[in-house]
């Protein structure tokens, strides 16, 4: 197919040829199938912005949150950089397959730059069958009654994750609201221990065949006693029995997760980079 020369914004007509494109890799682009399986592509309704030079199966990028590189080569993302530098920037991160996302922010460094933070190395993790240790019994769904405590810790583990405080720009009115959304759709898991949340993990995007797990958090008087793993092969098996595929990626150097998924039976299904941005 001949391109064309810049990236074109995909539109409803387009959503069954972009889900078919993105079954291809279902673990890495999880999070964004998940939103177009709710939402479709309808600029009113979806969150953010699909684009494309020459048409899904050959190059895909999705913009909104986050800056998430998806297919293409060098020329295709250089398209979406050119597109992306062309508008106010409104994501606070550029993610993906490792061999898509830092080539695009090479690209854009000289608009944006520099990166508050880059995590080159995160290995992107799946497991399709239930785990091989015992999972911890007493993780279960947060319910909304337990929103203020749940949400202690996950500003806690927000704040060593990331680096910043999400109740920095309004006060934490926006993170409230998505805990809570995330509580209420039964998407927030942990074990609570006399009315404190010693672990806790959500599953941030849930797409029709995967479930990608995210801010995974043990209280820190609480570590080391292996609350992570258990409580992680909790999630993971609630995902799987659910049919569909448990994922994360986590940090290279942060060799005691490492340990634990491997030991709940994950296995490296690729390599995502991280941009973080101020």
């Not at 500003?155 to 680096?163: K, R």
């Not at 898991?189 to 672990?199: I, L, P, S």
């Not at 043990?218 to 092969?233: D, E, K, Q, Y």
Request: aromatic share 6%.
């Amino acid at each position: 197919m001949l391109k064309v020369l810049g990236a074109r914004q995909l539109g409803s007509r387009d959503v069954a040829h972009v889900l078919r494109v993105l079954d291809g890799d279902p673990v890495a682009s999880c999070m964004v199938a998940a939103r177009i399986q709710e939402f479709g592509l309808n600029p009113g309704a979806f969150p953010g912005e699909l684009w494309s030079r020459g048409g899904p199966a050959e190059s895909l990028c999705y913009t909104g949150a986050n800056l998430v590189p998806l297919l293409g080569n060098s020329e295709d993302l250089r398209a979406f950089a050119d597109r992306a530098s062309r508008s106010p920037r409104m994501c606070s991160s550029i993610v993906g397959r490792r061999e898509l996302a830092l080539p695009l922010w090479d690209m854009l460094v000289g608009e944006w730059g520099p990166a508050r933070e880059l995590r080159p190395d995160q290995p992107l993790l799946a497991i399709a069958q239930p785990a091989v240790i015992d999972a911890d019994p007493h993780v279960r769904a947060a319910t909304l009654g337990e929103l203020d405590r749940y949400l202690t810790a996950a500003i806690d583990m927000f704040i060593e994750e990331v680096g910043v405080d999400p109740r920095s720009t309004d006060g934490g009115t926006s993170y409230r609201r998505r805990v809570a959304n995330l509580i209420a759709t039964g998407r927030a898991w942990a074990r609570f221990e006399d009315g404190e949340v010693v672990f806790k993990a959500e599953v941030g995007a849930l797409s029709r065949s995967v479930g990608q797990i995210q801010g995974v958090w043990v209280h820190p008087a609480r570590r080391g006693r292996g609350l992570g793993a258990a409580g992680t092969a909790a999630v993971a098996n609630m995902i799987v029995a659910s049919g569909r595929t448990a994922s994360l990626y986590v940090n290279d150097y942060n060799r005691p997760a490492r340990r634990a998924y491997e030991r709940i039976g994950f296995t490296q299904v690729g390599t995502f980079s991280t941009v973080l941005l101020d």
